[in-house]
């Protein structure tokens, strides 16, 4: 396991745009599959987005998709969440995960495949 930590939440307004960070500490950070997951009030935690080791695979819910662009930065041992055209409905605590992987092209999107966990980030959208 390795330790995440998020930030960059926030109170944004509809139609705005926030950029969360995930950085992991070790020197070993390309070789984790990153995810970003959310979870509302009273709603499961739902999977938003996740990329490859290198950055090469890069796959998104349909409710984000064409709003938010995920990265990474493997020289920073960050992963990054660019939120654009944020919606009330994206109000939710903000979760980075990552899982080891060996294979280079490889992308996970279920909760139950990764490992490692940060405390969350609360990215709030006011109408």
């Known amino acids: 396991q390795v330790q995440l930590v998020e930030s960059g939440g926030g109170l944004v307004q509809a139609g705005g745009s926030l950029r969360l960070s995930c950085a992991a500490p070790?020197?070993?950070?390309?070789?984790?599959?990153m995810g970003w997951f959310r979870e509302a009030p009273g709603k499961e935690r739902e999977w938003v987005a996740s990329i490859s080791r290198i950055g090469r695979n890069t796959y998104y819910g349909d409710s984000v998709k064409g709003r938010f662009t995920i990265s990474r930065d493997n020289a920073k041992n960050t992963v990054y969440l660019q939120m654009n055209s944020l919606k009330p409905e994206d109000t939710a605590v903000y979760y980075c995960a990552a899982r080891w992987e060996d294979r280079m092209l490889i992308v996970s999107t279920r909760q139950r495949d990764f490992d490692s966990w940060g405390q969350g980030t609360q990215v709030t959208v006011s109408s």
């Open positions: 070790v020197d070993t950070f390309s070789r984790y599959v």
